[in-house]
C-alpha cells in the first residue's frame, strides 16, 4: 500500500474493537468529511454488526483482511491487546492510532515503536485531553509555570475496570504535564486505595520536576460528582482550565501592592469535541506523513510515568500494611 494519500482522496480507516470507544470512533470518523470509514472489527460479531449498521459500514472478520483495504486504523481493544493489535496493523502497512495507554507494558509500547519504526508508519496515541480547546488555547500563554493543581473526578461506571484509575484517567493529565513542562519528573510521592473494585480507584500524586515545578494530581472513579479541571501557577498570574466546560481563565495582578487589583481575562478557545480534533489530526498525519502531536514516543513518557506513580502507590500501601494489591497492569 502507498504511504501518499492522494490530496483529495479521502482516507479509509477502520475500527478495531467495537466497545464504547471504538463505537466513538466509528462515530466520528463517519463523520468526518476526509475519512471513509470502510470498516469494523471484533471478536463480538453481534457487536461489530450494530456498530457498522449504525454508521453504515462493513464487518471484517478480522484484521489480516484489512490488508490493502485501508490507509490507517483506530485499535480501542482492552489495553492488553494494544501492542499485539496494533503491530500486525502496522505490519501490514496500516498507519495506527492506539487508545491510551499504549500498551500493558513498556515492553510492550518499544514492540510498538518499533514497528511503527520498521515499516515507516504513522504511530498515534489517544491522549485525547491534548485536543481539548482548553488545553490548545493555554499553551501559547506558557511562562514557565511552578505549580500545578489537577483534578480528574469521576462517577463509578463498569467501564475500563481492567486497569487501575492510574492507567485510565490519570494518566491523561501525567500527559498533559510532560507536555506543559516538558522537563523531568525527579520525585514521585504517591497513594492510592482500592474502593469498589480491585484496582486502585482513586489516587493522589504529587510530582516534582527537574525544573523545580510542583504538581498535585488527583484521579478517581468513585467520586460523588465530575470535575475535570486544571489550574497552574506562573510569575504574576494564574491559571484555571476547565477540560468539561472547555475554558480557561487568566487572572493577572493588575496592580500590585497591599490590596491588589486582579484583572480577569477569559482566554478565547474554540469548541470542539476532543475526540473529534484528535481523529482528524490523525487524519492529517496520515495523509501528510507528518509526526503526530502526540506519537508513539509521548505515548510511552506518559505511560513511564504512570509506571512510576504506580510503584510509588504499592509502595506507600506495603509502608502502611494497606493489604495485598492486584498486580498493575503496565511494568513496574
Do not use: W
Not at 494518566?171 to 486502585?200: S, W, Y
Amino acid at each position: 500500500m502507498s504511504s501518499e494519500i492522494q490530496p483529495r482522496q479521502k482516507v479509509r480507516v477502520a475500527v478495531v474493537g467495537a466497545g464504547e470507544f471504538g463505537r466513538n470512533h466509528a462515530r466520528v470518523y463517519h463523520e468526518l468529511a476526509d475519512a471513509e470509514l470502510v470498516g469494523i472489527v471484533d471478536q463480538n460479531a453481534e457487536r461489530a454488526a450494530q456498530v457498522a449498521a449504525e454508521f453504515s459500514t462493513n464487518v471484517f472478520p478480522d484484521i489480516e483482511s484489512l490488508a490493502g483495504r485501508v490507509d490507517a486504523a483506530s485499535v480501542a481493544v482492552p489495553t492488553a491487546g494494544h501492542a499485539r493489535v496494533g503491530c500486525r496493523l502496522l505490519e501490514l502497512g496500516i498507519d495506527v492510532l492506539v487508545e491510551k495507554p499504549m500498551a500493558a507494558s513498556l515492553a510492550e509500547a518499544d514492540e510498538l515503536l518499533s514497528a511503527a519504526s520498521r515499516g515507516g508508519r504513522i504511530l498515534q496515541v489517544g491522549h485525547l485531553e491534548r485536543f481539548n480547546p482548553a488545553i490548545v488555547a493555554v499553551v501559547p500563554v506558557l511562562n514557565r509555570p511552578l505549580y500545578f493543581e489537577v483534578h480528574r473526578l469521576g462517577v463509578f461506571t463498569p467501564r475500563s475496570l481492567d486497569v487501575d484509575v492510574v492507567y485510565d484517567v490519570m494518566i491523561h493529565d501525567l500527559d498533559i504535564l510532560l507536555a506543559l513542562v516538558n522537563a523531568p519528573v525527579v520525585d514521585i510521592k504517591a497513594i492510592g486505595i482500592p474502593v469498589l473494585t480491585d484496582k486502585v480507584d482513586i489516587a493522589h500524586v504529587r510530582l516534582d520536576f527537574a525544573t523545580g515545578a510542583v504538581a498535585n494530581i488527583t484521579a478517581s472513579r468513585v467520586s460523588t460528582e465530575r470535575v475535570r479541571k486544571l489550574r497552574f501557577f506562573q510569575q504574576h498570574e494564574y491559571i484555571s482550565v476547565d477540560f468539561t466546560r472547555q475554558d480557561a481563565l487568566r487572572v493577572r495582578v493588575a496592580e500590585p501592592g497591599p490590596q491588589p487589583k486582579f484583572d480577569f481575562a477569559p482566554i478565547p478557545t474554540e469548541r470542539e469535541e476532543p475526540l473529534r480534533a484528535e481523529l482528524r489530526a490523525f487524519l492529517v498525519s496520515v495523509r501528510t506523513r507528518c509526526a503526530p502531536l502526540v506519537d508513539g514516543a509521548a505515548g510511552r513518557r506518559a505511560l513511564e510515568l504512570a509506571d512510576r506513580v504506580m510503584a510509588g502507590i504499592l509502595e506507600h500501601a506495603r509502608r502502611v500494611q494497606l493489604g495485598a494489591f492486584a498486580a498493575p497492569q503496565a511494568s513496574l
